[in-house]
């Protein structure tokens, strides 16, 4: 089987620009959880998806956003970035048939902000 | 809140050597598993071994085993005879979705 997936692997913004990450879950698997990892803060859960509705959401402000598709793919949105949005971004996916299934990570997106 | 302390931020351990990793967790959750992942220099996060909360017995993944300690909610890694592609970041994750992790233990294996 396929991993998970996340395009495009490096990415390099502006202030104020927005970005959409997108994560390829793999297949059979319903939930998407997406993570900010940053060398201040480790690794911090942003949100997660289960069969497009949004199950768990983070302590992270409005400007991020997510979806995931009826094909269970997600994708993330952050509007107006900021500098402190630089950060390794993380999918995960998982059965999701109960809260303990083990999650299964991407290569991560590397988000600069210029 | 869940809080994960892994308190070795770096370790080193010579090649073919055994080396333990700590991690205490705090959480009002019964019925758990808890994770330990690796991440490399390539910033993949891999899934080394997962324990689950109401077994008693310790998992084992080749070289790599739990200590697992649930009253004090005490979760190490021991992995034996060490490889230099053991090098990684390592990150304790207790707990259910969504997961809470460790600030993680920089490991070096050294030839």
């Known amino acids: 089987k396929a991993g998970v997936t996340q395009t495009p692997r490096y990415l390099i913004k502006t202030r104020g620009q927005q970005v959409t990450l997108s994560c390829s879950p793999i297949s059979g698997h319903r939930s998407v959880s997406w993570y900010q990892q940053t060398p201040g803060q480790g690794l911090q859960f942003l949100f997660e998806y289960f069969s497009e509705t949004q199950r768990n959401k983070g302590n992270f402000p409005g400007r991020f956003s997510g979806r995931q598709f009826s094909n269970s793919r997600s994708e993330m949105n952050v509007s107006t970035l900021e500098l402190g949005d630089s950060a390794l971004y993380l999918c995960?996916?998982?059965?999701?048939?109960?809260?303990?299934?083990?999650?299964?990570f991407g290569p991560g997106t590397r988000l600069t902000v210029l | 809140a869940q809080t994960v302390t892994q308190s070795q931020p770096e370790m080193s351990v010579q090649e073919a050597e055994t080396v333990t990793l700590s991690c205490t967790y705090d959480t009002s959750e019964n019925n758990y598993y808890l994770f330990w992942y690796k991440q490399p220099p390539s910033r993949q996060m891999i899934l080394v071994i997962r324990?689950?909360?109401?077994?008693?017995q310790n998992a084992t993944e080749n070289r790599f085993s739990v200590n697992f300690q649930k009253a004090a909610k005490s979760f190490s890694l021991k992995i034996s005879d060490s490889q230099l592609g053991d090098t990684a970041m390592y990150f304790c994750a207790p707990g259910n979705t969504p997961l809470v992790f460790g600030k993680g233990t920089r490991l070096s294996v050294i030839a």
């Open positions: 995960a996916s998982s059965l999701r048939e109960t809260s303990t299934d083990t999650q299964y």
């Open positions: 324990q689950e909360a109401y077994k008693q």
